[in-house]
C-alpha cells in the first residue's frame, strides 16, 4: 500500500488525519502549494517547505507540454528535478485542457486540443493522463475528468460525469505504478443528485482517495459552501478527501466544516505577486500608499521570514520598485498565511473547537473588519 | 576610527587583507555585490550572505529617488530596512547621474537633472550627496565625483580631475557621521599623469581609503588593465583599494594583480538574469538547446546551493518556462563564482602563488576554451 489515511480527530464533521506517502506524512487539513511548472512561482524549495508546506501541486498539463513528462522521467522524476523532497500531487490535466488550450474537442475517447504555448495539436486521453503521471512519479496521481464551468446546461454536467466515470475506469485500468496512488474524482456541478451518482460507482471501485472537482468553475462561494457538507458526505470517511482549486481563505474553513482534509488553490501565490496580502486581520494592498512609512510588519501575528524581517515600507518599495525580491517575500507569507490556517484548524479539531475557530477567523475577512480589502 | 585595514599578506602587488567595518570584517580582495534599490535583485540578503558575500553596494542616486534617504533613515537605515545586517558600502550618485539622468547640467556647484523615473528636477551636489548617504547609514560612503566616459576630451577629462578634487574637499568637509568611513575616488581616465595629479592632493587629505574611478566607462579591457598597476600603485599602500564598476573575471584577476583590494559590478546577477552563467570552465548559456537533457550540475566544481540542487536541465527548463526561480538561481550561482574567485585569490595570495593562479584561470576563460562564451 503506497498510501494510507488515518483518521486522529473529528469535530462535527471536520476531520483531522495523517496521511502517510512514499515521501512523507501530511497532517490534514492540508493545503497544497501549486507548483505548476516544476517550480511554485519565486520560491525556492526551502523557502516553501519552511512556510509549512507538506505536500506540492504538480500541473500535469503544464508538464508535459514543458519541460515533457518523459524528460522529467529521464531527469529522475519530478521530486528530484525540481528539488522537493515531500509529497507531490499531480492533478490529471483535464482541468487546464478545458480552461487553458484552444480549439477543443472531447469525446468519450480523450481531448484533442492544441498547446496553449505553440499551438500544436495534442491528445490527452485517460490512458495518457496516467502515463504522464507515472512519468513525473507524483506520490498521487488524479484520473482524467471531464470539468464542465459552472454555467454549463444540466446535460453537460450530466454528461460529465459519465464520462469521468468511464475516464476512472479506463485510468484506474492503465495505473502501474506501485508506489503511486490515483485518486476519483467526482463531478456533478452543484446537483447533490448528480455528484451522487457520480460518487456512487466511483466508490464502488475503491480507490484510495476522492476528490471534488467542478467547484470553484464561477459559481458562487455560497453556492458551493451551501452543498459542500452533502457532497463531501458521498465520499468514503476513512480516505482522505479533496476539494479541487478551492480557493479564498473562508472557502477552506467551509470546505473543512464539511469534511475535507486537503486543498490547492494558485491564489496564495498569485496574489503575492499581485502585491495583496493575507493577513490575521484581512486582506492588505502593499502597493497603497499608507504602507509607504510603516515600519511594522505585514502581520504582526504572523512568524514567517517576510513578517519576521522586513517593514510593510520595504515590501511597499519592493512593488513600487518592481523588485522580484517583493513577489518573492508575499508569496512566501500568503504561503504561511494558507498553511497556518490549515494547521490552526487542526489544532482547532483536536480540540473539539473547531466551529469556534472558524467563527472567529471568518469575522476577520468579512468585509467590514477594518483592514479587509481596502488597505 | 570606524573603519580599520590590515594587510595580511602581499605576492607581489596583489593583497590579501582584512578590513574592519562596524558592521563586521571584510576580507579582502572582496567582491560587492550590487543591491541598487535596496535588494541583489532576486534574491534573499541569506541567500547573498550564504553565496559568500561580506559587504553589499548599495546606490545613492537610486534609493535617493525611490524610496528616499530620509524614509530609510525613518525606517532604521539600510541595513535595518533590507535586513542585512552585514558592511555596506553606497555609491555618490555621481556615476549614475552622469549615466542615467536626463537633461543634466553640471557645474562647479554641482549636477542638476531630471530623474530617470518621472522626470522631476533635482540636485546633486557634493553636500547633498554625503547628506543622502548619511541619511543610509552605510558603513563607506564614497565622496561625489564626476564620471566622464572613454571617449571623452582630454580636456573635459582634466577638468573631471579638478572637479573631483573640488568636490571630495567639500564632501570631506561636510561629512560628521563618526560610524561611517567616507573614501575619495581619484579620476583621470586612461592618462597615468593625470591619475597621478588626482591622486596626490587626494591622498594629501588623508581618506581612510581611496578608489579608482572612471574605468569600465568604455575603453577596452586591456587599456584598463594596461594602467591599473601604475594606478593602484598611486594610492596608500595601507589603506584599502577600490575599483569601481569592475568587472568580468578576468577584469577581477587583473586588479587583484594591481594591487586592488575591493571590486562591484552588476555582472553576475545582470547576467545570472538573462540566463548565462559564469563557471569554472567558461562562460554557459543555458537557454541554449544543449542543455535541455543535461542531468548534470551546471558547475560541477561549484559548491552553491544552485550547483548542489539543480540540473542543467532544470534550469534550461526555467528560463524557457520564464519562472522566476531561473534567474535568482543563476544570480545566487554567478555571485558565488564571483565570490568564491575572490576567496581563491586571497588564498593563492596568502600562499605566495597569486599569479599561477591568475594565469590558469585566465586560460579558463579565453576565447578558446571549449565552453567559453558558445555553450
Same mark, same amino acid.
Given at each position: 500500500?503506497?498510501?494510507?489515511?488515518?483518521?486522529?480527530?473529528?469535530?462535527?464533521?471536520?476531520? @483531522?488525519?495523517?496521511?502517510?506517502?512514499?515521501?512523507?506524512?501530511?497532517?490534514?487539513?492540508?493545503?497544497?502549494?501549486?507548483?505548476?511548472?516544476?517550480?511554485?512561482?519565486?520560491?525556492?524549495?526551502?523557502?516553501?517547505?519552511?512556510?509549512?508546506?507538506?505536500?506540492?501541486?504538480?500541473?500535469?498539463?503544464?508538464?508535459?507540454?514543458?519541460?515533457?513528462?518523459?524528460?522529467?522521467?529521464?531527469?529522475?522524476?519530478?521530486?528530484?528535478?525540481?528539488?522537493?523532497?515531500?509529497?507531490?500531487?499531480?492533478?490529471?490535466?483535464?482541468?487546464?485542457? $478545458?480552461?487553458?488550450?484552444?480549439?477543443?474537442?472531447?469525446?468519450?475517447?480523450?481531448?484533442?486540443?492544441?498547446?496553449?504555448?505553440?499551438?500544436?495539436?495534442?491528445?490527452?486521453?485517460?490512458?495518457?493522463?496516467?502515463?504522464?503521471?507515472?512519468?513525473?512519479?507524483?506520490?498521487?496521481?488524479?484520473?482524467?475528468?471531464?470539468?464542465?464551468?459552472?454555467?454549463?446546461?444540466?446535460?453537460?454536467?450530466?454528461?460529465?460525469?459519465?464520462?469521468?466515470?468511464?475516464? @476512472?475506469?479506463?485510468?484506474?485500468?492503465?495505473?502501474?505504478?506501485?508506489?503511486?496512488?490515483?485518486?476519483?474524482?467526482?463531478?456533478?456541478?452543484?446537483?447533490?443528485?448528480?455528484?451522487?451518482?457520480? @460518487?456512487?460507482?466511483?466508490?464502488?471501485?475503491?480507490?484510495?482517495?476522492?476528490?471534488?472537482?467542478?467547484?470553484?468553475?464561477?459559481?458562487?462561494?455560497? @453556492?458551493?459552501?451551501?452543498?459542500?457538507?452533502?457532497?463531501?458526505?458521498?465520499?468514503?470517511?476513512?480516505?482522505?478527501?479533496?476539494?479541487?482549486?478551492?480557493?479564498?481563505?473562508?472557502?477552506?474553513?467551509?470546505?473543512?466544516?464539511?469534511?475535507?482534509?486537503?486543498?490547492?488553490?494558485?491564489?496564495?501565490?498569485?496574489?503575492?505577486?499581485?502585491?495583496?496580502?493575507?493577513?490575521?486581520?484581512?486582506?492588505?494592498?502593499?502597493?497603497?500608499?499608507?504602507?509607504?512609512?510603516?515600519?511594522?510588519?505585514?502581520?504582526?501575528?504572523?512568524?514567517?521570514?517576510?513578517?519576521?524581517?522586513?517593514?510593510?515600507?520595504?515590501?511597499?518599495?519592493?512593488?513600487?520598485?518592481?523588485?522580484?525580491?517583493?513577489?518573492?517575500?508575499?508569496?512566501?507569507?500568503?504561503?504561511?498565511?494558507?498553511?497556518?490556517?490549515?494547521?490552526?484548524?487542526?489544532?482547532?479539531?483536536?480540540?473539539?473547537?473547531?466551529?469556534? $475557530?472558524?467563527?472567529?477567523?471568518?469575522?476577520? $475577512?468579512?468585509?467590514?473588519?477594518?483592514?479587509?480589502?481596502?488597505?
Amino acid at each position: 500500500m503506497s498510501l494510507t489515511f488515518r483518521l486522529d480527530a473529528t469535530d462535527a464533521a471536520a476531520r @483531522a488525519g495523517t496521511i502517510t506517502t512514499p515521501h512523507g506524512d501530511i497532517r490534514t487539513p492540508a493545503f497544497m502549494p501549486v507548483g505548476t511548472q516544476a517550480t511554485v512561482k519565486g520560491l525556492t524549495p526551502e523557502m516553501v517547505r519552511d512556510a509549512g508546506a507538506q505536500i506540492l501541486l504538480g500541473n500535469t498539463y503544464h508538464l508535459a507540454l514543458r519541460p515533457g513528462d518523459e524528460l522529467v522521467r529521464d531527469m529522475g522524476g519530478l521530486h528530484r528535478f525540481m528539488n522537493w523532497s515531500g509529497p507531490i500531487l499531480t492533478d490529471s490535466g483535464g482541468y487546464q485542457v $478545458f480552461s487553458l488550450a484552444g480549439q477543443r474537442t472531447v469525446t468519450d475517447h480523450g481531448a484533442t486540443f492544441k498547446s496553449h504555448l505553440d499551438g500544436s495539436p495534442l491528445e490527452l486521453t485517460p490512458e495518457r493522463a496516467v502515463d504522464i503521471q507515472q512519468n513525473l512519479g507524483s506520490d498521487i496521481a488524479m484520473v482524467l475528468d471531464e470539468c464542465p464551468p459552472a454555467d454549463a446546461p444540466p446535460g453537460v454536467v450530466r454528461n460529465a460525469v459519465r464520462r469521468s466515470l468511464l475516464w @476512472a475506469e479506463r485510468c484506474k485500468s492503465h495505473h502501474t505504478r506501485p508506489d503511486q496512488s490515483l485518486f476519483a474524482i467526482v463531478q456533478g456541478g452543484l446537483n447533490v443528485e448528480l455528484r451522487a451518482e457520480s @460518487a456512487g460507482p466511483l466508490v464502488a471501485l475503491d480507490f484510495p482517495g476522492y476528490a471534488l472537482g467542478g467547484f470553484s468553475v464561477g459559481e458562487s462561494p455560497e @453556492a458551493m459552501h451551501a452543498v459542500l457538507p452533502a457532497c463531501a458526505a458521498l465520499l468514503p470517511a476513512h480516505k482522505p478527501r479533496y476539494l479541487m482549486g478551492v480557493g479564498r481563505p473562508q472557502d477552506l474553513l467551509a470546505g473543512v466544516a464539511a469534511g475535507i482534509d486537503m486543498f490547492d488553490c494558485v491564489m496564495p501565490t498569485r496574489s503575492g505577486r499581485n502585491a495583496l496580502a493575507f493577513t490575521s486581520t484581512g486582506s492588505v494592498k502593499l502597493r497603497n500608499a499608507r504602507h509607504r512609512r510603516d515600519p511594522a510588519p505585514l502581520d504582526v501575528q504572523c512568524g514567517c521570514y517576510c513578517c519576521a524581517n522586513y517593514s510593510r515600507a520595504y515590501l511597499h518599495h519592493l512593488f513600487a520598485a518592481e523588485e522580484m525580491l517583493g513577489p518573492t517575500l508575499l508569496s512566501l507569507h500568503n504561503l504561511a498565511f494558507y498553511l497556518k490556517l490549515m494547521a490552526d484548524a487542526r489544532t482547532a479539531i483536536t480540540a473539539g473547537g473547531f466551529e469556534q $475557530f472558524k467563527n472567529e477567523t471568518l469575522v476577520k $475577512f468579512s468585509p467590514t473588519s477594518p483592514d479587509s480589502t481596502t488597505s
